[in-house]
């Protein structure tokens, strides 16, 4: 177990990898996981070592302002706020997304239909087809495709919209979003079915993206939630 005073720049057991000027990642060494947060000599957080054995963690810097993220799962982020000099507290995830990742942008209903238009999405070759990244210009409400709603915006904080395109212009829309119901990340994928966009099974997802890039694995699967059932049975209440 290691003890983690989260104002230090090195400690046993964790190796630090910068990866910019405002992102330091914590790895554990192997056969190690994180216990206890610490800031100087307080306690900052206790892990439940009965339910999360977490591993990563990352330092984070966004304009003035320093943060702490602890995965106690990659689905599961835990974010502590620096507030002076020898103070964090514990800041839910929708306050970050609201206060950093999306900081004041407006939210609004994104239509994915729209992704040949360069103010909203980023293309890049994807194999034989193409894959377009949205942009984050704003708060996405709801995610649509020609008016047809793609997933439940219930309780979903929209973190990534990518639209893949194949060569014969199959699309399958995958929706990256942190769930308020259960505060976990999700990845899901989607495609049109008799003029609905339906939730695909993550083998049918592979398929359809390998199939227009051999890049992608035939077995990926992600290192956050890929469905929950809660999210679907709390969208239709």
Excluded: I
């Excluded at 790895?27 to 990563?56: C, E, I």
């Excluded at 942008?105 to 949205?134: H, I, N, Q, V, W």
């Excluded at 014969?168 to 308020?180: A, E, H």
Aim: with cysteine; hydrophobic share 35%.
């Amino acid at each position: 177990d290691v003890v983690l005073d989260v104002l230090a720049t090195s400690c046993e057991n964790v190796v630090f990898h910068t990866l910019d000027s405002n992102t330091t990642e914590l790895l554990v060494k192997d056969g190690f996981r994180f216990k206890t947060l610490k800031v100087g000599d307080k306690t900052l957080f206790n892990v439940d070592t009965s339910k999360h054995t977490p591993v990563q963690a990352f330092k984070l810097k966004h304009e003035s302002d320093e943060w702490f993220k602890l995965n106690l799962h990659p689905a599961q982020p835990k974010m502590f706020k620096k507030k002076g000099d020898k103070e964090y507290s514990e800041v839910k995830f929708e306050t970050y997304y609201d206060d950093v990742l999306f900081k004041g942008k407006s939210a609004k209903e994104l239509d994915a239909s729209k992704f040949d238009d360069a103010a909203l999405f980023t293309p890049s070759a994807f194999g034989t087809g193409r894959k377009y990244t949205f942009k984050k210009e704003f708060k996405p409400s709801k995610v649509t495709f020609d008016k047809k709603d793609v997933g439940k915006p219930n309780n979903a904080k929209y973190l990534d919209v990518f639209v893949y395109v194949s060569a014969d212009s199959k699309k399958v829309v995958r929706l990256d979003y942190f769930y308020t119901g259960d505060s976990r990340l999700k990845e899901t994928y989607f495609e049109l079915k008799d003029d609905k966009w339906v939730q695909m099974s993550q083998s049918d997802a592979n398929k359809a993206l390998n199939a227009m890039d051999s890049s992608w694995l035939a077995d990926y699967k992600p290192v956050v939630d890929k469905f929950s059932p809660l999210a679907v049975f709390a969208s239709v209440l």
